[in-house]
């Protein structure tokens, strides 16, 4: 790093959401830039359990109504939610689809931005190995936030792997912008780089 510069990652909040048809979860992860070492700091987890007697479109409503809810209360600065992945099943991928696209809608209704991360991108950022099994992803969750037991459902385990990895990504992002700082530029002793707003529009190009 040149000489009168300091890098800082501004205090960020990352809101996961693990879509699923039949229970989506979601966890929620803060980012504190502490002496240029962000910690991650656990906030909130939990699983919106969808009832199967009721119609598609119900249930679809329940996502859309309690996603908006969780969002209104941890207010996040980023969503952070799993692309669409292929699926040996069109029907169950399709209704995956759907649930997708209410918690994209739910974030859109809210304002908040979007980042989107490939399955093998979570695991790998999470656990270092992209076909990692759901226990794999739970233990080194629970490890890299420090908690005492396994994030419980394996939903809003997955949830939080999402929020971790949209974090990774982002000191990925300061690295590389630190590196590329030029070596001879007059400005005040000590300049600050924030980039947590313009973060999810370049992952999500």
């Not at 359990?49 to 479109?57: A, D, F, M």
């Not at 999402?162 to 990774?168: F, T």
Request: glycine share 6%; aromatic share 4%.
């Amino acid at each position: 790093m040149a000489a009168g510069y300091a890098l800082n990652l501004d205090r960020m909040r990352v809101f996961g959401i693990d879509c699923g048809t039949e229970v989506t979860g979601f966890g929620v992860v803060d980012s504190d830039d502490d002496g240029g070492v962000a910690r991650l700091i656990p906030k909130a987890l939990g699983a919106i359990r969808l009832v199967k007697s009721k119609t598609l479109p119900e249930r679809l409503d329940q996502v859309f109504c309690e996603l908006g809810a969780e969002l209104e209360r941890w207010r996040p600065d980023t969503v952070a939610i799993e692309e669409v992945f292929y699926s040996v099943n069109p029907k169950s991928a399709l209704k995956l689809g759907q649930v997708r696209g209410v918690a994209l809608l739910a974030a859109a209704r809210q304002s908040i931005p979007v980042a989107e991360y490939a399955p093998l991108k979570i695991k790998s950022s999470v656990v270092g190995y992209g076909m990692a099994s759901k226990e794999q992803v739970q233990f080194m969750v629970a490890r890299l936030l420090s908690l005492d037991v396994l994030p419980q459902p394996a939903d809003a385990a997955d949830a939080l792997a999402i929020a971790i990895c949209h974090i990774h990504t982002a000191q990925t992002l300061a690295a590389q912008t630190r590196q590329v700082l030029p070596s001879q530029v007059k400005t005040s002793p000590v300049t600050t780089l924030r980039i947590k707003g313009q973060l999810a529009l370049r992952v999500t190009r």
